[in-house]
């Protein structure tokens, strides 16, 4: 389209030319004494034109003449520039592929060709991010080489570099090497150090991903099982993890902060630390149990703590893996002591539920050995020997086996009949070999 409209102005031109010069009588007269010299119109604008033309082409010249230093000086400088931008593109390609010698000794090559243009007064576009970036990554490679001096020295220049005042609209450059300076302590397993350097952070960084990441670490790495809970939630509420290993990660925390706990009280409390997804979980609940069991609280906290495990086992379709499921049924076995001491609400209900649970479930081993578990406690000595001869041969864990033997032995015993608990006990020592 503009080809065309350039196109037919010039057709437009061309016609109001021949239309002025083909009519045009007029003539110029030049005295010169004792001469008369006349000049049609037409020449004298052509003569004008090209002398514009020259005088114009003229002062080009001599203009670019004059310019031919400052356009050296241009170019020299411009070479400059594309040697340090390929030596710090040289550096990271280096450090990439762990060329460390090479990638140190190309960043200060960087780092010493931006101190020359510096010095010579050229102003450099990005200078200041250059120079950061080029201590960052020289102390990079100096990291990975084990030089903790050359690393800290550089650090420390780039900090300079990026907390000046005329660095103050770039921000991220102090954050970014304040990030890595609390990698670097974490590979060297100084987590104090990263939670200093990470405790500098602005308050939005500190909530960014990578920052929550080193975060965790660190927490972990201290053993600070409750903060490393807190770090994980809020990464797996920025999407850091899939679902799957956010679950994972929070589960094992939670274990942790279970396993701190050295009395019921400490226990209760990293309890009600936890959310209530993270309670509901079966892994969850059914070792804070164990723990509780184990520090000497009370049954009835231990059933409760059981409850959202129990529902997944015997209402869900996907019910619980089978070492969930041997765990589950172990401590809620060993927290049935307190059912013949007092026939509480509670205790009635727990009752009632493994019965229920039975009788929609009847080939269900754990269910099995529970209800003979449950009658052995109200002293229900033949509904108790039904269910564990029932549950014995099918259970597969051999730990759940030699348990069920056992008991069958003791009430063999106690019935007086001898061979019935000499099998029993023969079974249960066969149990006890395959485990």
């Known amino acids: 389209m503009r080809a065309a409209i350039w196109l037919i102005g010039l057709f437009a031109v061309a016609v109001a030319a021949a239309l002025f010069a083909g009519s045009n009588q007029g003539s110029v007269t030049l005295h010169w004494p004792p001469y008369r010299i006349d000049f049609s119109l037409n020449l004298v604008v052509v003569l004008l034109l090209l002398a514009f033309v020259l005088v114009y082409g003229a002062l080009r010249g001599v203009s670019a003449m004059f310019e031919l230093p400052r356009q050296a000086k241009r170019w020299r400088i411009q070479q400059k520039e594309r040697a340090m931008h390929g030596a710090a593109l040289d550096a990271v390609t280096q450090l990439q592929a762990g060329r460390f010698v090479r990638a140190r ?7 010493a060709q931006e101190q020359a243009l510096q010095d010579s007064g050229a102003a450099i576009p990005n200078g200041l991010q250059l120079r950061v970036l080029g201590h960052v990554l020289a102390a990079e490679s100096s990291h990975a080489l084990q030089d903790q001096a050359q690393r800290d020295q550089h650090w420390e220049m780039a900090m300079q570099e990026a907390t000046a005042p005329r660095a103050s609209h770039l921000p991220e450059l102090a954050e970014g090497t304040q990030l890595r300076a609390a990698q670097w302590a974490l590979d060297d397993h100084n987590a104090h150090s990263a939670i200093e350097q990470l405790a500098r952070l602005p308050q939005g960084a500190a909530r960014r991903t990578l920052a929550l990441r080193l975060k965790l670490k660190a927490a972990r790495q201290l053993r600070q099982a409750l903060t490393a809970l807190d770090t994980a939630r809020l990464l797996a509420k920025h999407r850091a993890f899939s679902a799957a290993a956010a679950q994972s990660i929070i589960k094992g925390l939670a274990t942790e902060l279970i396993n701190d706990a050295h009395d019921p009280e400490q226990l209760m409390q990293a309890w009600r630390s936890l959310d209530t997804a993270e309670r509901n979980l079966p892994e969850v609940g059914i070792h804070a149990a164990r723990r509780l069991q184990q520090l000497g609280g009370d049954p009835q906290q231990m059933r409760e703590w059981l409850l959202p495990a129990w529902e997944r086992y015997t209402n869900s379709n996907n019910g619980l893996p089978s070492l969930q499921a041997e765990r589950l049924v172990r401590v809620l076995e060993d927290s049935m002591g307190a059912l013949e001491d007092s026939m509480g609400a509670l205790d009635a209900s727990w009752l009632a539920r493994i019965e229920a649970a039975q009788q929609r479930r009847p080939h269900d081993a754990y ?69």
Do not use: V
Request: aromatic share 8%; charged share 20%.
């Open 367 to 435: 269910l099995q050995y529970l209800a003979g578990c449950a009658c052995l406690q109200r002293q229900l000595w033949g509904k108790a020997q039904q269910w564990l001869q029932q549950a014995a041969p099918s259970l597969q864990e051999e730990s759940l086996r030699r348990r069920a033997w056992q008991h069958l032995a003791r009430q063999a015993e106690y019935r007086g009949d001898a061979a019935a608990a000499a099998q029993a006990w023969k079974q249960a020592a066969l149990a006890g070999e395959q485990s």
């Open 105 to 111: 000794k190309a960043a200060l090559s960087a780092l």
